[in-house]
Nanobody, 116 residues
Framework: VQLVESGGGLVQAGESLRLSCVAS????????MGWYRQAPGGQRELVAT???????NYRDSVQGRFTISRDNAKNTVALVMNSLKPEDTAVYYC???????????WGQGTQVTVSS
């Protein structure tokens, strides 16, 4: 299974970015896809995830600013990030969890930098 992210970059505070991820390979159609992030010196933390059925969960600090969506037929997940803040600066990782096999997959990460 391979996850490939795109869409990171450098923006100013208050601006927006859209991250995309496409999953390829063999994996269960029942899964959860989403995004984690890791800031320098910090631990990897959940940003937002979405199940195949459409249920979502968000980190409190991004609720109302970030929106996750997915296309099950294309095995893609996207994250629209609005009103970005310097504290959103991190490497963002695409994530795929298959509950039936209890396997997790990760992308290589894309850098998001928000300047003040």
């Amino acid at each position: 299974v391979q996850l490939v992210e795109s869409g990171g970059g450098l923006v100013q505070a208050g601006e927006s970015l859209r991250l995309s991820c496409v999953a390829s390979g063999s994996f269960s159609s029942v899964n959860r896809m989403g995004w984690y992030r890791q800031a320098p010196g910090g631990q990897r933390e959940l940003v937002a995830t979405m199940s195949t059925g459409g249920s979502t969960n968000y980190r409190d600090s991004v609720q109302g600013r970030f929106t996750i969506s997915r296309d099950n037929a294309k095995n893609t997940v996207a994250l629209v990030m609005n009103s970005l803040k310097p504290e959103d600066t991190a490497v963002y990782y695409c994530y795929l969890h298959c509950p039936l096999s209890s396997r997790n997959y990760w992308g290589q990460g894309t850098q998001v930098t928000v300047s003040s």
